[in-house]
């Protein structure tokens, strides 16, 4: 037997169990690997929360849970080494399995374009769970409005899981970024290279005393204030990208997400990491026993960076 979490019921994280379940096996084709670390994200518990969004995931009860892991290959049927994109038992991976990566073993395809990625040497377990839903939405929401050098761009949500991501590869394009945050994440977001304003009623007024200059692209990572305020700045509909207003965003600003980037995308970001020209805040870390309290707190939307589950 081996562990994973489920659920059988809609809900909060209450309805999350991490119970013995069978011991999968890699068939023909395919690799298990042995998970050592599960990245969350909002989509995760939001998944969890209502039949309506499980349904936009082709999710269905019972269901598992997560989608960004890493780990070790420890199984590989017949013709999974085969090829560039082959693995082979012993490799360390990461990537993404809908509503499956919280478990202790995990079996996919391979190759598995876009979904199987080798970790790169340097790049700890833990950090590389992280990257492929935060880091690709991350790209996806500054490629929609065609972020250049000279930019001065607003971030909505900046210090959370995709924020720290935006924020860093932002100001690696040559951007000078302004954040939204709670007044408890400024030094945090200074460290990040953003300059950091309160988010809240007056947003508008206050990004434009801090960039009389003016704002010329905005993101908004959480919800459509920060949108609302840059079209409010006169920044043309073109440049705003959100990633959580849903397909029609106000003011006909750009919609996107991780499913608009690609798996080269995930090679520029280990790439700047192991440069040192990113760094990949990680708030707290919970063992899976602790699976109710890590979504608890990841839920609660004021976390600094990312949560990651061990295994």
Not at 209 to 217: D, E, F, Q, R, S
Request: charged content about 20%.
């Amino acid at each position: 037997m081996s562990r994973a979490v489920v659920y059988e019921t809609f809900g909060g994280p209450e309805v999350l169990e991490l119970r013995d379940v069978p011991e999968p096996h890699a068939g023909p084709g395919e690799v298990r690997v042995r998970v050592t670390a599960a990245g969350l994200n909002p989509m995760d518990w939001i998944i969890t929360s209502t039949p309506e969004a499980a349904k936009m995931f082709g999710l269905t009860l019972p269901s598992g849970f997560g989608y960004d892991f890493a780990g070790v290959v420890d199984e590989a049927g017949e013709g999974a080494c085969e090829g560039a994109g082959g693995f082979a038992v012993g490799d360390r991976v990461y990537g993404g399995a809908m509503a499956r990566a919280a478990a202790d073993f995990l079996v996919m395809k391979a190759p598995a374009p876009g979904a199987l990625f080798h970790t790169p040497d340097g790049i700890g377990d833990e950090v590389a769970a992280t990257l492929p839903v935060a880091g690709l939405t991350a790209v996806a929401a500054l490629d929609a409005i065609g972020l250049r050098s000279g930019d001065t761009l607003l971030v909505g949500g900046a210090a959370g899981g995709v924020g720290v991501f935006a924020v860093q590869l932002a100001r690696l394009a040559g951007a000078r970024v302004i954040g939204t945050a709670a007044e408890g994440t400024f030094d945090f977001l200074r460290s990040l290279g953003a300059e950091p304003v309160t988010y809240g009623p007056g947003l508008a007024d206050r990004v434009r005393a801090l960039a009389p200059g003016g704002v010329t692209a905005a993101t908004d990572l959480f919800g459509t204030e920060t949108a609302e305020a840059a079209l409010a700045l006169g920044v043309s509909r073109e440049r705003i990208s959100t990633i959580a207003a849903g397909p029609n965003p106000p003011g006909g600003v750009r919609a996107t997400g991780g499913e608009q980037a690609t798996p080269a995308d995930l090679e520029r970001i280990t790439d700047a990491i192991l440069a040192g020209a990113i760094t990949v805040p990680i708030a707290a870390t919970f063992p899976i026993e602790r699976i109710r309290d890590a979504v608890t707190l990841q839920a609660g939307r004021h976390v600094h960076g990312k949560i990651v589950i061990t295994l």
